[in-house]
């Protein structure tokens, strides 16, 4: 048995929630009503608009704001003859919300619609909603699933940022980017599959995130700047067709030890895997740019990233600024006649 509300598990003989702490009773009643209103079109327009206030939207409406108390909503259809198309900016955030439930006809969500919903547990997010704005969900604390329909091309910036107990994400397989901070901060994220043709990941969109491994598509051609910072990573290993790893991308990731690079890579960011527990380097065949010599990462006569063990090869002159940032208790040689950054041993 699940709870009408919530959807959270109900076991034998309990009588409240123990998710959303209602009574199941009222939950019901609650959920019933909510149902009801949504699905008889022939509701009065009057009865709508005690409920919700309304404003034009390209061919139909946005809902501006919700004027009711139940904390269930099953939002309209349809509205003076016309779609609900809709749900604008900051439109219900920081209500005490439990469940939202979408209709088929609204297409997109604004900017904050629903930020900080702290109560928000279920989201349904029906076929047809094709954008879903800046900060939609951020602060959304105790959502802890979400399934994006495949008509879904375009989330916003920290859409789902902070939402710290959000475990289990269904990505929609047209999505070709992660947006910046998209799941910035959700602790509790430990997997997600991203989608064959994603292109890129952007700025800090995984950062913070719980994820231990994670499989980039050979379709990504970038990874932004700390877009996988401060995450429990073991190993990386980037496809052979992406090109860039951006400033701090794998940064604070302090249990990665071991990273394979791909034959396409042709720029590394500063400070890139800063602050890890680097051990193994591994380049692909053929890469015209990077090359691995004891055991760390050389472009030219430049050593670019280093390990605690690394030792500098004989062809090394430079000493990049950011090569050793965040190994403790490194002890390195510095042969005779390679430039070094005064600078970078203060990193260390």
Request: hydrophobic share 40%; net charge negative; aromatic share 8%.
């Amino acid at each position: 048995m699940k709870c009408p509300v919530c959807n959270a598990e109900i076991q034998p003989k309990m009588t409240d929630c123990p998710s959303c702490h209602l009574a199941l009773s009222q939950a019901k009643r609650l959920n019933d009503l909510a149902r009801m209103m949504a699905a008889d079109q022939d509701l009065p327009d009057e009865v709508w608009e005690e409920l919700y206030s309304f404003a034009e939207w390209e061919k139909g409406w946005q809902i501006v704001e919700y004027l009711g108390s139940s904390p269930t909503l099953y939002l309209p259809r349809v509205f003076k003859g016309k779609p609900v198309l809709h749900v604008g900016d900051y439109a219900f955030d920081s209500l005490p919300l439990l469940a939202v439930h979408l209709p088929k006809s609204v297409q997109s969500l604004g900017k904050g619609a629903f930020w900080h919903c702290d109560l928000l547990k279920l989201v349904t997010l029906s076929e047809g909603l094709s954008a879903i704005g800046e900060d939609c969900f951020a602060g959304c604390a105790d959502l802890k699933s979400v399934s994006l329909p495949d008509s879904v091309f375009s989330l916003g910036a920290g859409c789902f940022a902070d939402c710290i107990n959000l475990s289990k994400v269904k990505l929609p397989t047209s999505l070709d980017h992660l947006s910046d901070r998209a799941f910035l901060g959700c602790e509790r994220l430990s997997s997600i599959s991203l989608p064959k043709d994603l292109v890129s990941l952007g700025d800090q969109s995984l950062e913070g995130t719980g994820l231990t491994r994670l499989l980039l598509p050979a379709t990504s051609l970038y990874v932004g700047s700390r877009a996988l910072a401060n995450t429990p990573l073991t190993a990386v290993s980037i496809p052979d067709e992406t090109e860039a790893l951006g400033e701090g991308a794998f940064a604070e990731c302090g249990a990665l030890t071991k990273v394979k690079l791909g034959k396409g890579l042709k720029q590394i960011g500063a400070d890139c895997f800063a602050y890890t527990a680097l051990r193994s380097l591994s380049v692909a065949k053929g890469n015209p740019v990077y090359r691995v010599k004891g055991g760390a990462l050389l472009s030219g006569d430049v050593l670019v990233v280093g390990t605690k063990y690394c030792t500098i090869a004989r062809e090394v002159k430079i000493v990049a600024r950011h090569a050793f940032v965040g190994i403790e208790g490194l002890t390195l040689t510095i042969p005779q006649g390679v430039l070094a950054d005064p600078q970078w041993k203060y990193d260390c």
